[in-house]
Nanobody, 120 residues
Framework: QVQLVESGGGLVQAGGSLRLSCVAS????????MCWYRQAPGKQRALVAD???????NYADSVKGRFTISRDNAENTVYLQMNSLKPEDTAVYYC??????????????WGQGTQVTVSS
């Protein structure tokens, strides 16, 4: 009964900042790969950033230098710090949790999504 609870979305002016949080209730968080996706109106869901169980990070080119993904294993929480926000960042942001090994995805969970709107 894994639950991903997101928070931190909202309305912000261009150039501003937001920090998204995603809290997972499962005991497997520490061994999970976590990532953030976003989906803008009329667009497909796209990967924004990910962080592995070991702490390695990766970012979409569109957010490099502006967004930072991090995790706190003690609190079962992954964060997305978003700075220098642009109107193009407007989307629903989704938290994702997965575990892989031996060429298999063992679990694959999604949050409910949180709206981020950046005004110009």
């Amino acid at each position: 009964q894994v639950q991903l609870v997101e928070s931190g979305g909202g309305l912000v002016q261009a150039g501003g900042s937001l920090r998204l949080s995603c809290v997972a209730s499962g005991s497997i968080f520490r061994i999970s790969d976590m990532c953030w996706y976003r989906q803008a109106p009329g667009k497909q869901r796209a990967l924004v950033a990910d962080i592995t169980r070991g702490g390695s990070t990766n970012y979409a080119d569109s957010v490099k230098g502006r967004f930072t993904i991090s995790r706190d294993n003690a609190e079962n929480t992954v964060y997305l710090q978003m700075n220098s926000l642009k109107p193009e960042d407007t989307a629903v942001y989704y938290c994702h949790q997965s575990g892989t090994g031996q060429l298999k995805t063992w679990y694959d969970y999604w949050g409910q999504g949180t709206q981020v709107t950046v005004s110009s």
